[in-house]
């Protein structure tokens, strides 16, 4: 039995669709593969593989994975804690992973990790590192399909210019998605998923589409959010109850690694262990056990989802929106007014995802470009779709009407060439490219060899001047890459392994960047923030101590204006200069250039003499090793200055 379909979302009985034209399709097929190339250019030189906190954490996870284990072995934390207190989970390898009782594990969810375990299993390193570029391609290729798909069926003209202009836009407006398609990050394949899911919705496969939705929710649980746009679909597509059903099984054997992940580490299917940040949500105690309940035992972040962050989250969120879309949100407006009159069913696809998606989002601690990508990859096709009605609207247009758009589109391109008032908000480069398409669509009644021509080409207007644009920006950035590749990750290697061997203790600092994740997944050095250190109850006079006494080297990696975090150690230890670094060869040691300008510097401690002695003196050697069995604070191996 076949679904059936909403009566104002198809085509009456009888009716003819309109004909694209096989030099419309030509020209989009062309366009679609000159935008495909246009961003694998970009993803190759801008790729990088400096790794912050998350991206640590999601490799970590996949080498775990690898090894059939969802738990982290680290020595180092039992060596520098030895007095944990017992069913307390502290904040660990910089705050991606939970310690409790001995166990290590991360609080993210497992379905991207997965993703990279296999890509490693199949091509290495550099295949995990590949991974988003490529599902950066993918989600073009889904964006295009989701907007013909929404389309197609009232316009076929406007769905072929739209689906084209919309990869455009996804590469030339600056909504800083693209960040995620070059790094090891989880948001980009989690909000594919979520587009593939709404595709198939729309395209009467509700099986299909609850099972991309759970795979989604492996990767981000509240990817769940898609749902809304899903529900909301097949309210107007009434898909049998019985494809219901199973396509509510289809979501649970998806969705089952993240639950049976929550079962292994945190003893509950439905406790999630990124529930901590739900605790206070309404500004209250602890939640019960529950649906984002945290472990039984205290965690020590959280928290950073409350409503009252409203009021201060809220309107960064909306600038930030704002100044990405820029005057293209008056064609989301368009394309809504225009759905909710001819296509319904692009408004159930795209807008409920995007309102509820940017409150749900804005009650975090701070507004964040990262949480509102899925909210901006739904208002892309609304505003290509927008711009392709506007561009038949223009190229159909009497005289009047025409020299009226003339007047409207000249105030956006003179405050692009800076001839119009400041305070005209400016319209970027897109919109200023898209302002010229239109002009030359205004004047096509006057231009000789326009007038009269057929207009199955106008709607890929914007498309044509989205490429145009793409080219200049390619021949005018060609030398652009980023700094940290794999050649830069080789010589970090060898530089680090010259002065510290696998093993040894690192010290360091954020202020620095982010040397702490690169040392550890790169180099295999145990690497630890001063403010990381902090977290575990210990101080980085303690840990060093207590390094020394296990044998291993022990270093601290400052900026060279730092020495402050040095002082204490001085009284009692020996402190060496290794060596200085300045400018790009800070990368070797995976410092960030732009956050040390002075340089850094690496110290080697190793015990003095006197320190030694006292140490034997007092057995505190002895009483280190057995710390999990005394049940009491650890003495401070240092003296009281």
Not at 313 to 342: E, M
């Amino acid at each position: 039995m076949s679904d059936p379909p909403a009566a104002q979302d198809q085509p009456a009985a009888g009716r003819t669709t309109e004909s694209v034209g096989t030099s419309a399709v030509t020209l989009a097929v062309v366009l679609g593969v000159l935008a495909l190339a246009f961003a694998t250019w970009g993803l190759v030189r801008l790729n990088t593989w400096y790794l912050a906190s998350d991206q640590f954490a999601f490799l970590t996870l996949a080498e775990d994975l690898g090894r059939g284990t969802v738990f982290h072995d680290d020595w180092s934390l039992e060596l520098i804690q030895p007095y944990p207190r017992e069913n307390w989970a502290y904040d660990a390898l910089a705050q991606t992973y939970y310690w409790r009782d001995g166990a290590l594990f991360t609080r993210y969810p497992p379905g991207f990790s997965t993703m990279l375990a296999v890509a490693g299993l199949l091509g290495g390193e550099s295949a995990q590192h590949l991974l988003n570029p490529v599902l950066y391609l993918v989600t073009l290729l889904v964006l295009a399909v989701l907007t013909w798909t929404l389309v197609r069926e009232t316009s076929p003209s406007v769905a072929i210019g739209a689906a084209v202009a919309v990869i455009w836009l996804f590469l030339l407006l600056p909504t800083r998605v693209h960040l995620w398609g070059i790094t090891v990050a989880r948001d980009l394949p989690a909000h594919m998923l979520g587009l593939v899911a709404l595709t198939a919705a729309a395209r009467r496969a509700p099986v299909w589409s609850a099972g991309a939705l759970g795979l989604a929710c492996t990767i981000r649980p509240d990817a769940g959010l898609y749902l809304l746009s899903i529900a909301s679909i097949f309210a107007l597509s009434r898909p049998p109850v019985r494809r219901l059903a199973a396509a509510g099984c289809a979501f649970a054997v998806t969705a089952s690694p993240v639950l049976l992940y929550n079962f292994v580490v945190e003893g509950n299917p439905f406790r999630f262990t990124q529930g901590s940040e739900f605790r206070d949500a309404l500004g209250m105690a602890p939640l019960a056990d529950g649906i984002v309940n945290v472990a039984a035992s205290a965690l020590p972040s959280g928290g950073a989802f409350q409503l009252s962050n409203l009021v201060t989250t809220l309107p960064g969120n909306a600038v930030y929106l704002f100044s990405a879309f820029g005057w293209f949100t008056a064609l989301v407006a368009v394309a809504v007014v225009w759905g909710v009159r001819r296509q319904r069913i692009l408004v159930a696809a795209l807008v409920p995802y995007a309102l509820v998606a940017f409150v749900f989002y804005s009650c975090w601690s701070h507004p964040d470009s990262r949480y509102l990508a899925g909210v901006a990859a739904c208002l892309m096709p609304l505003a290509a779709i927008g711009a392709a009605l506007m561009c038949e609207a223009v190229a159909r247009a009497g005289n009047l009407v025409r020299i009226l758009v003339l007047l409207a589109v000249a105030v956006p391109v003179a405050r692009a060439f800076g001839v119009a008032p400041t305070w005209i908000p400016a319209p970027g480069r897109a919109g200023a490219a898209l302002a010229v398409a239109v002009a030359l669509l205004a004047l096509r009644g006057w231009t000789p060899g326009l007038a009269g021509r057929p207009l199955r080409l106008v709607a890929l207007a914007p498309a044509v001047a989205f490429a145009l644009l793409g080219l200049v920006l390619v021949s005018r950035s060609a030398g652009r890459r980023d700094p940290f590749q794999y050649p830069q990750v080789e010589r970090a290697r060898a530089a680090v392994a010259e002065r510290m061997p696998p093993g040894s203790l690192v010290v360091t600092t954020t202020s620095l960047g982010r040397p702490s994740e690169n040392l550890r997944h790169y180099s295999r050095l145990e690497a630890f923030y001063i403010e990381e250190l902090a977290l575990l109850r210990v101080n980085g006079e303690k840990a060093t101590v207590q390094f020394l006494l296990e044998g291993r080297r022990a270093f601290y990696l400052l900026d060279a204006r730092d020495r402050e975090s040095l002082r204490r150690l001085e009284r009692n230890a020996e402190v060496r200069v290794v060596q200085r670094r300045q400018g790009g060869a800070l990368l070797e040691w995976y410092i960030d250039p732009r956050r040390a300008p002075a340089g850094a510097v690496l110290y080697e401690i190793s015990l003095s003499e006197a320190l030694a002695t006292q140490l034997r003196k007092y057995g505190l050697e002895d009483q280190l090793r057995r710390g999990r069995e005394r049940g009491r604070d650890a003495p401070s191996p240092l003296p009281e200055s």
